[in-house]
Protein backbone atom coordinates (compact mmCIF):
# COMPACT_ATOMS: atom_id res chain seq x y z
CA UNK A 1 0.00 0.00 0.00
CA UNK A 2 1.18 3.69 -0.74
CA UNK A 3 1.13 5.79 2.31
CA UNK A 4 1.34 9.29 2.47
CA UNK A 5 2.39 11.10 5.88
CA UNK A 6 1.85 14.90 6.24
CA UNK A 7 4.66 16.09 8.65
CA UNK A 8 8.15 16.18 9.62
CA UNK A 9 8.49 16.11 12.89
CA UNK A 10 8.79 13.67 15.22
CA UNK A 11 5.34 11.82 14.65
CA UNK A 12 5.89 11.84 10.84
CA UNK A 13 9.64 10.61 11.16
CA UNK A 14 8.07 7.52 13.53
CA UNK A 15 5.80 5.89 11.44
CA UNK A 16 7.60 6.83 7.77
CA UNK A 17 10.64 4.89 9.42
CA UNK A 18 8.38 1.68 10.53
CA UNK A 19 5.74 1.68 7.17
CA UNK A 20 8.73 2.00 5.18
CA UNK A 21 10.35 -0.89 7.04
CA UNK A 22 7.61 -2.80 6.64
CA UNK A 23 7.47 -2.57 2.84
CA UNK A 24 4.65 0.33 2.17
CA UNK A 25 5.63 2.68 0.07
CA UNK A 26 6.20 6.05 1.91
CA UNK A 27 6.18 9.73 0.60
CA UNK A 28 6.27 12.53 3.45
CA UNK A 29 4.87 15.46 2.74
CA UNK A 30 5.89 19.11 3.77
CA UNK A 31 5.66 22.26 2.83
CA UNK A 32 8.62 23.01 0.98
CA UNK A 33 10.66 20.25 0.79
CA UNK A 34 14.13 22.14 -0.10
CA UNK A 35 13.64 24.35 2.81
CA UNK A 36 13.13 21.53 4.89
CA UNK A 37 16.31 19.41 3.65
CA UNK A 38 18.32 22.79 3.94
CA UNK A 39 17.05 23.32 7.74
CA UNK A 40 20.32 22.97 9.95
CA UNK A 41 18.87 23.45 13.59
CA UNK A 42 17.21 20.92 15.31
CA UNK A 43 13.35 20.11 16.38
CA UNK A 44 11.69 21.86 19.18
CA UNK A 45 12.29 19.21 20.99
CA UNK A 46 16.38 18.95 20.14
CA UNK A 47 16.04 16.13 17.70
CA UNK A 48 18.55 16.36 14.68
CA UNK A 49 16.97 18.30 11.66
CA UNK A 50 14.59 16.50 9.20
CA UNK A 51 17.83 15.95 6.88
CA UNK A 52 19.54 13.77 9.40
CA UNK A 53 16.78 11.40 9.68
CA UNK A 54 16.10 11.51 5.59
CA UNK A 55 19.85 10.40 5.16
CA UNK A 56 19.18 7.22 7.29
CA UNK A 57 16.03 6.64 5.75
CA UNK A 58 16.55 6.73 1.96
CA UNK A 59 13.66 4.85 1.07
CA UNK A 60 11.73 7.52 2.24
CA UNK A 61 10.45 9.91 -0.07
CA UNK A 62 10.18 13.71 0.95
CA UNK A 63 7.47 15.86 -1.44
CA UNK A 64 5.39 18.62 -0.64
CA UNK A 65 1.78 18.16 1.07
CA UNK A 66 0.06 17.50 -2.54
CA UNK A 67 2.67 14.86 -3.36
CA UNK A 68 2.04 13.20 -0.61
CA UNK A 69 -1.53 13.03 -0.70
CA UNK A 70 -1.30 12.31 -4.62
CA UNK A 71 0.80 9.34 -3.99
CA UNK A 72 -1.41 7.73 -1.43
CA UNK A 73 -3.89 5.19 -0.54
CA UNK A 74 -3.93 6.34 2.88
CA UNK A 75 -2.98 9.27 4.15
CA UNK A 76 -1.37 10.55 7.92
CA UNK A 77 -1.96 13.76 8.96
CA UNK A 78 0.83 14.24 11.10
CA UNK A 79 1.07 18.26 11.42
CA UNK A 80 0.79 20.59 13.84
CA UNK A 81 -2.65 21.08 14.80
CA UNK A 82 -2.90 24.35 14.66
CA UNK A 83 -2.31 24.45 10.91
CA UNK A 84 -3.61 21.12 9.83
CA UNK A 85 -6.53 22.66 8.37
CA UNK A 86 -4.33 24.93 6.37
CA UNK A 87 -1.83 21.86 5.65
CA UNK A 88 -4.47 19.70 4.26
CA UNK A 89 -5.79 22.34 1.91
CA UNK A 90 -2.04 22.36 0.76
CA UNK A 91 -2.51 18.55 0.26
CA UNK A 92 -5.45 19.48 -1.76
CA UNK A 93 -9.10 18.37 -1.88
CA UNK A 94 -8.64 16.20 -4.95
CA UNK A 95 -5.57 14.40 -3.62
CA UNK A 96 -7.66 13.77 -1.13
CA UNK A 97 -10.70 12.90 -2.40
CA UNK A 98 -12.09 9.78 -0.70
CA UNK A 99 -9.39 8.82 1.12
CA UNK A 100 -8.59 7.35 4.48
CA UNK A 101 -6.84 10.16 6.57
CA UNK A 102 -5.30 8.92 10.04
CA UNK A 103 -5.78 12.15 11.81
CA UNK A 104 -3.09 11.94 14.70
CA UNK A 105 -3.11 15.94 16.00
CA UNK A 106 -3.27 17.45 18.88
CA UNK A 107 -4.54 21.18 18.58
CA UNK A 108 -2.29 22.69 20.96
CA UNK A 109 -1.98 26.38 21.84
CA UNK A 110 1.53 27.01 23.17
CA UNK A 111 1.25 30.85 23.32
CA UNK A 112 1.02 31.05 27.27
CA UNK A 113 3.30 28.69 28.08
CA UNK A 114 3.36 25.20 29.35
CA UNK A 115 1.19 22.70 29.16
CA UNK A 116 -0.25 23.96 26.29
CA UNK A 117 -4.62 24.09 26.45
CA UNK A 118 -6.65 23.07 23.56
CA UNK A 119 -7.63 25.02 21.07
CA UNK A 120 -10.69 22.91 20.57
CA UNK A 121 -12.52 21.18 23.31
CA UNK A 122 -15.63 20.23 24.63
CA UNK A 123 -18.36 20.12 22.09
CA UNK A 124 -16.06 19.89 18.79
CA UNK A 125 -12.67 18.57 17.93
CA UNK A 126 -9.72 19.06 15.38
CA UNK A 127 -10.74 15.81 14.01
CA UNK A 128 -14.45 16.79 13.27
CA UNK A 129 -12.75 20.26 12.10
CA UNK A 130 -10.88 18.27 9.51
CA UNK A 131 -13.88 15.90 8.59
CA UNK A 132 -16.13 19.44 8.01
CA UNK A 133 -13.16 20.75 6.41
CA UNK A 134 -12.49 18.04 3.61
CA UNK A 135 -16.26 16.13 3.56
CA UNK A 136 -14.98 13.74 0.99
CA UNK A 137 -12.25 12.47 3.06
CA UNK A 138 -12.49 9.50 5.60
CA UNK A 139 -11.21 10.90 8.98
CA UNK A 140 -10.10 8.02 11.71
CA UNK A 141 -8.56 9.64 14.83
CA UNK A 142 -6.18 7.60 16.50
CA UNK A 143 -2.61 7.45 17.89
CA UNK A 144 -2.75 11.45 19.06
CA UNK A 145 -2.71 9.16 22.94
CA UNK A 146 0.58 8.33 23.18
CA UNK A 147 4.00 9.87 22.67
CA UNK A 148 5.22 9.42 18.63
CA UNK A 149 8.35 6.59 19.37
CA UNK A 150 5.04 4.19 20.79
CA UNK A 151 3.12 4.71 18.32
CA UNK A 152 4.18 2.64 15.63
CA UNK A 153 6.19 0.47 18.08
CA UNK A 154 3.83 -0.10 21.19
CA UNK A 155 5.98 -3.15 22.57
CA UNK A 156 8.59 -0.91 23.86
CA UNK A 157 7.01 -0.57 26.55
CA UNK A 158 7.23 -3.64 29.57
CA UNK A 159 3.74 -3.88 29.23
CA UNK A 160 2.68 -3.87 25.65
CA UNK A 161 -0.83 -4.41 26.35
CA UNK A 162 -1.20 -0.61 26.69
CA UNK A 163 -4.20 1.06 24.80
CA UNK A 164 -5.10 2.89 21.81
CA UNK A 165 -8.23 4.58 20.40
CA UNK A 166 -9.94 4.97 16.84
CA UNK A 167 -12.95 6.59 16.35
CA UNK A 168 -14.52 7.84 12.75
CA UNK A 169 -17.48 7.83 10.87
CA UNK A 170 -16.87 5.54 8.14
CA UNK A 171 -16.56 1.59 9.40
CA UNK A 172 -14.73 0.73 6.51
CA UNK A 173 -12.23 3.08 6.97
CA UNK A 174 -11.81 2.15 10.87
CA UNK A 175 -11.66 -1.46 10.07
CA UNK A 176 -8.73 -0.57 7.71
CA UNK A 177 -7.01 1.52 10.68
CA UNK A 178 -7.52 -1.22 12.62
CA UNK A 179 -5.54 -3.52 10.39
CA UNK A 180 -2.69 -1.04 10.45
CA UNK A 181 -2.66 -0.67 14.14
CA UNK A 182 -2.74 -4.64 14.94
CA UNK A 183 -0.80 -5.92 12.00
CA UNK A 184 1.68 -3.35 10.87
CA UNK A 185 2.81 -1.39 14.30
CA UNK A 186 1.48 -4.55 16.57
CA UNK A 187 -1.46 -3.49 19.11
CA UNK A 188 -3.40 -5.50 20.75
CA UNK A 189 -5.91 -3.75 22.54
CA UNK A 190 -7.56 -1.00 20.48
CA UNK A 191 -10.42 0.10 21.57
CA UNK A 192 -13.00 1.59 18.74
CA UNK A 193 -15.07 4.60 20.68
CA UNK A 194 -17.73 4.70 18.14
CA UNK A 195 -18.25 8.22 15.62
CA UNK A 196 -16.10 11.32 15.20
CA UNK A 197 -17.54 13.15 17.89
CA UNK A 198 -15.22 10.79 19.93
CA UNK A 199 -12.29 12.62 19.02
CA UNK A 200 -13.41 14.96 21.74
CA UNK A 201 -12.47 12.42 24.45
CA UNK A 202 -9.42 11.45 22.65
CA UNK A 203 -8.23 15.28 22.30
CA UNK A 204 -9.10 16.13 25.96
CA UNK A 205 -6.97 13.34 27.07
CA UNK A 206 -3.58 15.42 26.09
CA UNK A 207 -3.98 17.77 29.13
CA UNK A 208 -3.82 14.84 31.24
CA UNK A 209 -1.33 13.22 29.53
CA UNK A 210 0.97 16.61 29.73
CA UNK A 211 0.67 16.30 33.45
CA UNK A 212 1.68 12.79 33.95
CA UNK A 213 4.48 13.35 31.39
CA UNK A 214 5.51 16.18 33.92
CA UNK A 215 4.63 13.77 36.94
CA UNK A 216 6.51 10.54 35.35
CA UNK A 217 9.65 12.87 33.45
CA UNK A 218 9.43 10.60 30.58
CA UNK A 219 6.63 10.56 28.02
CA UNK A 220 7.06 6.84 27.64
CA UNK A 221 4.14 5.55 29.39
CA UNK A 222 0.66 5.13 28.11
CA UNK A 223 -2.75 4.43 29.64
CA UNK A 224 -4.56 1.44 29.68
CA UNK A 225 -8.02 0.04 29.92
CA UNK A 226 -8.13 -2.40 32.47
CA UNK A 227 -11.60 -4.35 32.19
N1 LIG B 1 5.35 14.50 19.16
C1 LIG B 1 4.57 13.60 19.74
O1 LIG B 1 5.06 12.73 20.47
C2 LIG B 1 3.09 13.61 19.49
C3 LIG B 1 2.27 12.70 20.18
C4 LIG B 1 0.88 12.68 19.92
C5 LIG B 1 0.35 13.56 18.99
N2 LIG B 1 1.17 14.46 18.36
C6 LIG B 1 0.60 15.38 17.39
O2 LIG B 1 1.07 14.98 16.09
C7 LIG B 1 1.28 16.14 15.27
C8 LIG B 1 2.73 16.16 14.78
O3 LIG B 1 3.58 16.31 15.89
P1 LIG B 1 5.18 16.39 15.71
O4 LIG B 1 5.73 16.54 17.07
O5 LIG B 1 5.62 15.27 14.85
O6 LIG B 1 5.44 17.69 14.83
P2 LIG B 1 4.93 19.23 14.94
O7 LIG B 1 6.12 20.06 15.17
O8 LIG B 1 3.76 19.38 15.83
O9 LIG B 1 4.41 19.47 13.42
C9 LIG B 1 5.32 19.48 12.38
C10 LIG B 1 4.61 19.55 11.06
O10 LIG B 1 3.61 20.59 11.05
C11 LIG B 1 3.76 21.34 9.85
N3 LIG B 1 3.36 22.73 10.05
C12 LIG B 1 3.71 23.57 11.08
N4 LIG B 1 3.18 24.80 10.88
C13 LIG B 1 2.51 24.73 9.70
C14 LIG B 1 1.75 25.68 8.95
N5 LIG B 1 1.59 26.94 9.37
N6 LIG B 1 1.17 25.27 7.81
C15 LIG B 1 1.32 23.99 7.37
N7 LIG B 1 2.03 23.05 8.02
C16 LIG B 1 2.61 23.42 9.17
C17 LIG B 1 5.26 21.30 9.56
O11 LIG B 1 5.46 21.56 8.20
P3 LIG B 1 6.93 21.62 7.55
O12 LIG B 1 7.32 20.19 7.35
O13 LIG B 1 6.73 22.37 6.30
O14 LIG B 1 7.80 22.32 8.55
C18 LIG B 1 5.63 19.89 9.96
O15 LIG B 1 5.49 18.99 8.88
C19 LIG B 1 0.91 17.34 16.15
O16 LIG B 1 -0.40 17.72 15.87
C20 LIG B 1 1.06 16.80 17.56
O17 LIG B 1 0.22 17.49 18.48
C21 LIG B 1 2.52 14.49 18.58
Known amino acids: MRIG ?7 GQALAAKLAEGGYEVVVGTRDPA ?20 QQHPDVKLGSFADAAAHSELVVNATAGAASVDAL ?21 FSRGMPPSLLVTNTDSL ?16 L ?15 DGDHTVFVCGD ?12 TEGFGWRDVIDLGDLTAARATEMVL ?21
Not at 5 to 11: E, R
Not at 144 to 158: C, D, G, I, S, Y
Open 5 to 11: ILGTGMV
Open 35 to 54: ATLARDEPDGYGNPPFRVWH
Open 89 to 109: RLAGEANLDGKVLVDIANALD
Open 127 to 142: GEQIQRALPAVRVVKA
Open 144 to 158: NTMNALLMANPRQLA
Open 170 to 181: DPQAKALVTRLL
Open 207 to 227: PIWLRLMGALQTPMFNLKVVR
